[in-house]
């Protein structure tokens, strides 16, 4: 693929996550999970005649990007891709995350066929973004808390356009609708026929992304560049919302037609897509995930049954005890961890085997972990103090509520009765799996596991909360009325609803509370309820880039440990590539060796401005992000020293930020041999 680079699945190697503990170096495993999926699709039998498509993933994650090289969104959970080279193009700019989607074949029993491919069937491809944040709302936290942390009501963003047509005209930046088909369309881009353009202010054009296919016809979504600008010069005010301000976060429904090789033409069932920003720390998923949330919908409403008892150790259960032992490379809270709670090392392989131990005799010793995760069914007024110091040490929803529970990040449901059933014994211990772990690609899965393993890969990297209001999408997505299976009961769970209403804008009034979120007024529909381009990304900060950098960590009265937001997408203390190189040096003794193993900065260092006195530092932090953000690092693995004198404690891999810029000085051209600057 032209401008792309090859991604390469991990190798057996590329799974193990490591960690220092004590005076070892362990090494733990990770594994594909939708190698043992439980579900209930079938392989439709040989010669089955196609009687539906659908299109996959069910919502997919574009990233932005100011880099033309770009790289496939992962399509295995469990799995990553590294670019070759690596997430950016030099110091400066960071690749897109281009979205690949598919066209699934079923037979009328819903049994799965296969995928529509060149020989089976020719996709005709319909795609409409739209960015519809500056006619939108403020926000401040979720509607949908009732009294653990009432919502705010938001105030319109721009309020002083007040007629709508002109805030339609002004606000509203639409790509409109784009169609492409064939094998291998418009591969090296630029074609105008398949970008998407819109226009801000009556003064500015908005690139919102293209289109192209691949050798296969598959649709490639190319994200826009993260661009984020006032053409009035206005000035920034806030974390999130900021009047005369546009960025080009983007969203809108993909649909499909196919025409058959018989001849018959289907109409497939459609999926979403939104381009949002890059994630930072590729190689961890968030302790909950946005898959999460949404499966945790689909199995209360029944969409979705619940997975069958026992449950396997190693996809249900396993990935939260891996994120929570990777989070130490990414915040001090976490690589402290055994300091201010009494837990074993979630990374100690010989750790994760007793925790893999279903017995009855290891009872005690699950149930005595279990209780150090918080518990996200107590909300009385004394679960703010018993369930603070618990795992995740997280900020939540209700932030701006001190003494809620909510306050505290909390477990979608299904996820903590999958700790609670651990906790029981109710589970097998699948954990080694040596087919499982051969799974590379998304061809190594059985066909019937393919179309619902793409979904999940798309969904496990973005964030399942704190939702305040986020940091890729948001609370809206563990409602129902936002998916096609509240208005028909045969649509397919996690797919976004396909709004009717004649104009991208949406006006409930001067104010939106969550009678209105949920409700509408007059004949405006709910907000929280079908949606059309541009909906998804609307509720987002604006610019994108000032609550990035903004929710970093939060200084409270306790200082330790200190509490954090999102360190699995935008980390928060790193071990920097100048120190990781020192741990390297076989010529350093293996007290130093160590000492700079244990250090850490902080990810965001320098944004905030250099020199003796930066002054006015959180608001300069966030407008100074709105140019620095391909300038910041990634956290990715390399490679422990493997030296004959590497001392112990060292790990074999180590998770690094690498590809950081130079310095965040942008008035000269900085190189190492002009010296310190001021």
Same mark, same amino acid.
């Given at each position: 693929m032209?401008?792309?680079?090859?991604?390469r699945?991990?190798s057996?190697?590329?799974f193990?996550a490591?960690?220092a503990?004590?005076?070892?170096?362990?090494?733990?495993?990770?594994h594909p999970?939708?190698a043992?999926?439980?579900?209930?699709?079938e392989?439709a039998?040989a010669g089955?005649?196609?009687a539906?498509?659908?299109?996959?993933?069910?919502?997919g994650?574009?990233?932005?990007?100011?880099?033309?090289k770009?790289?496939?969104?992962?399509?295995v959970?469990g799995?990553t891709?590294q670019p070759e080279g690596?997430?950016?193009?030099?110091a400066?700019h960071?690749?897109k995350?281009?979205?690949?989607?598919?066209?699934?074949?079923?037979?009328?029993?819903?049994?799965v066929i296969g995928?529509?491919?060149?020989?089976?069937g020719r996709?005709?491809?319909?795609?409409?973004?739209?960015n519809?944040?500056?006619?939108?709302?403020?926000f401040?936290?979720?509607?949908?808390n009732?009294?653990?942390?009432?919502?705010?009501?938001?105030?319109?963003?721009?309020?002083?356009i007040?007629?709508?047509a002109?805030?339609e005209r002004m606000?509203?930046i639409?790509?409109?609708?784009k169609?492409?088909?064939?094998?291998?369309?418009n591969?090296?881009?630029?074609?105008?026929?398949?970008?998407?353009?819109?226009?801000?202010?009556d003064?500015?054009?908005?690139n919102?992304g293209e289109?192209?296919t691949?050798?296969?016809?598959?649709?490639?979504?190319?994200?826009?560049d993260?661009?984020?600008?006032?053409?009035i010069?206005?000035?920034?005010t806030?974390?999130?919302?900021n009047?005369?301000?546009?960025?080009?976060?983007c969203d809108?429904p993909?649909q499909a037609?196919v025409?058959?090789?018989?001849?018959q033409?289907l109409?497939?069932?459609p999926?979403?897509?939104a381009?949002?920003?890059?994630d930072?720390v590729?190689?961890?998923?968030?302790i909950?995930? &946005?898959? =999460?949330?949404v499966?945790?919908l689909?199995?209360? $409403?029944? !969409?979705i049954?619940?997975? #069958?008892?026992?449950? %396997?150790f190693?996809?249900?259960?396993?990935?939260?005890f891996?994120?929570v032992?990777?989070?130490?490379w990414?915040t001090?809270?976490?690589?402290?961890?055994?300091?201010?709670?009494?837990v074993?090392d979630?990374?100690?392989p010989?750790?994760?085997?007793?925790l893999a131990?279903p017995s009855?005799?290891?009872k005690?010793f699950?149930?005595?972990?279990?209780?150090?995760f918080?518990?996200p069914?107590?909300?009385?007024?004394e679960?703010?103090?018993?369930?603070r110091?618990?795992?995740?040490y997280? &900020?939540? =929803?209700?932030v701006?509520?001190p003494?809620?529970p $909510?306050? !505290?990040?909390?477990?979608p #449901?299904?996820?903590? %009765?999958?700790?609670?059933?651990?906790?029981?014994?109710?589970?097998?211990?699948?954990?080694?799996?040596a087919?499982?772990?051969?799974i590379?690609k998304?061809e190594?899965?059985?066909?019937e596991?393919?179309?619902?393993?793409?979904?999940e890969?798309?969904?496990e990297?973005?964030?399942g909360?704190?939702?305040?209001?986020?940091?890729?999408?948001?609370?809206?997505?563990?409602?129902?009325p936002?998916?096609s299976?509240?208005?028909d009961?045969?649509?397919?769970?996690?797919?976004?609803?396909?709004?009717?209403?004649q104009?991208?804008?949406?006006?409930?009034?001067?104010?939106?509370?969550?009678?209105?979120?949920?409700?509408?007024?007059?004949?405006?529909?709910?907000?929280?309820?079908?949606q059309?381009?541009?909906?998804?990304?609307?509720?987002?900060?604006?610019?994108?880039?000032?609550?990035?950098?903004?929710?970093?960590q939060?200084q409270?009265?306790?200082?330790f440990?200190?509490?954090?937001?999102?360190?699995?997408?935008?980390p928060?203390?790193v071990?920097?590539?100048?120190y990781?190189?020192?741990?390297?040096?076989?010529?350093?003794?293996?007290k130093?060796?160590?000492?700079?193993l244990?250090?850490?900065?902080?990810?965001?260092r320098e944004v905030?401005?250099?020199?003796?006195?930066?002054?006015?530092?959180y608001?300069?932090?966030?407008?100074?992000?709105?140019?620095?953000w391909?300038?910041?690092?990634?956290?990715?693995?390399h490679?422990g020293p493997?030296?004959a004198?590497?001392?112990?404690?060292?790990?074999?891999?180590?998770?690094?930020e690498?590809?950081?810029?130079?310095?965040?000085?942008?008035?000269?051209d900085?190189?190492p041999?002009?010296?310190?600057?001021p």
């Amino acid at each position: 693929m032209a401008n792309s680079d090859k991604n390469r699945p991990f190798s057996r190697r590329d799974f193990l996550a490591t960690v220092a503990a004590g005076t070892a170096a362990y090494a733990m495993p990770w594994h594909p999970k939708s190698a043992v999926a439980a579900t209930t699709a079938e392989p439709a039998p040989a010669g089955a005649k196609i009687a539906k498509v659908r299109v996959y993933p069910a919502i997919g994650i574009c990233r932005v990007g100011g880099s033309s090289k770009w790289f496939l969104a992962p399509e295995v959970p469990g799995l990553t891709v590294q670019p070759e080279g690596g997430f950016k193009d030099g110091a400066y700019h960071i690749k897109k995350q281009v979205q690949r989607f598919r066209v699934y074949a079923f037979d009328a029993n819903d049994r799965v066929i296969g995928e529509v491919t060149p020989g089976k069937g020719r996709v005709e491809w319909r795609v409409h973004l739209a960015n519809t944040k500056a006619a939108w709302y403020g926000f401040t936290n979720p509607l949908d808390n009732g009294d653990l942390a009432p919502g705010v009501p938001g105030v319109m963003r721009n309020a002083y356009i007040v007629d709508d047509a002109e805030r339609e005209r002004m606000l509203v930046i639409d790509g409109g609708e784009k169609m492409i088909s064939g094998a291998s369309v418009n591969i090296e881009g630029g074609v105008s026929a398949y970008k998407f353009q819109g226009r801000f202010w009556d003064k500015v054009s908005v690139n919102l992304g293209e289109l192209r296919t691949d050798e296969e016809g598959r649709l490639l979504v190319v994200p826009p560049d993260g661009k984020s600008a006032s053409p009035i010069d206005a000035g920034i005010t806030s974390f999130a919302d900021n009047d005369g301000w546009y960025d080009d976060w983007c969203d809108g429904p993909v649909q499909a037609r196919v025409k058959l090789a018989d001849g018959q033409v289907l109409e497939a069932e459609p999926a979403w897509v939104a381009c949002v920003g890059p994630d930072f720390v590729p190689e961890i998923q968030p302790i909950s995930t &946005l898959f =999460d949330v949404v499966q945790d919908l689909n199995t209360k $409403l029944g !969409w979705i049954p619940k997975p #069958a008892k026992p449950l %396997s150790f190693r996809k249900y259960i396993y990935p939260t005890f891996r994120r929570v032992a990777l989070m130490e490379w990414l915040t001090d809270a976490d690589r402290l961890r055994q300091g201010w709670l009494e837990v074993g090392d979630f990374s100690d392989p010989r750790f994760i085997d007793r925790l893999a131990d279903p017995s009855g005799a290891n009872k005690a010793f699950r149930e005595s972990v279990f209780a150090l995760f918080r518990n996200p069914e107590k909300t009385g007024p004394e679960a703010f103090r018993e369930e603070r110091l618990k795992i995740p040490y997280m &900020l939540g =929803d209700g932030v701006n509520f001190p003494g809620s529970p $909510l306050q !505290w990040f909390q477990f979608p #449901a299904l996820q903590y %009765s999958y700790l609670k059933s651990w906790a029981t014994g109710d589970f097998v211990n699948d954990l080694h799996d040596a087919k499982a772990d051969a799974i590379g690609k998304l061809e190594d899965l059985p066909v019937e596991l393919q179309p619902s393993a793409l979904t999940e890969a798309a969904l496990e990297r973005c964030s399942g909360g704190a939702f305040h209001p986020g940091v890729e999408l948001t609370y809206y997505l563990r409602h129902a009325p936002m998916y096609s299976r509240s208005y028909d009961d045969k649509a397919e769970p996690f797919r976004i609803a396909l709004g009717g209403r004649q104009s991208l804008l949406q006006n409930v009034g001067r104010q939106l509370n969550a009678e209105k979120a949920f409700k509408g007024t007059g004949d405006v529909p709910a907000p929280i309820g079908r949606q059309m381009p541009g909906d998804l990304t609307r509720w987002m900060g604006l610019p994108w880039q000032c609550d990035a950098f903004s929710c970093q960590q939060v200084q409270l009265q306790e200082n330790f440990p200190v509490a954090v937001w999102w360190p699995a997408l935008l980390p928060i203390d790193v071990l920097s590539e100048a120190y990781y190189a020192q741990v390297l040096r076989a010529d350093l003794s293996a007290k130093e060796r160590i000492k700079f193993l244990n250090s850490r900065v902080p990810w965001s260092r320098e944004v905030s401005g250099l020199g003796l006195h930066p002054t006015d530092g959180y608001w300069r932090g966030i407008t100074n992000m709105i140019s620095l953000w391909e300038r910041m690092g990634f956290v990715v693995k390399h490679p422990g020293p493997t030296d004959a004198g590497k001392p112990e404690g060292i790990p074999e891999e180590i998770f690094v930020e690498v590809g950081r810029a130079p310095t965040m000085e942008r008035r000269i051209d900085w190189k190492p041999g002009h010296g310190l600057l001021p």
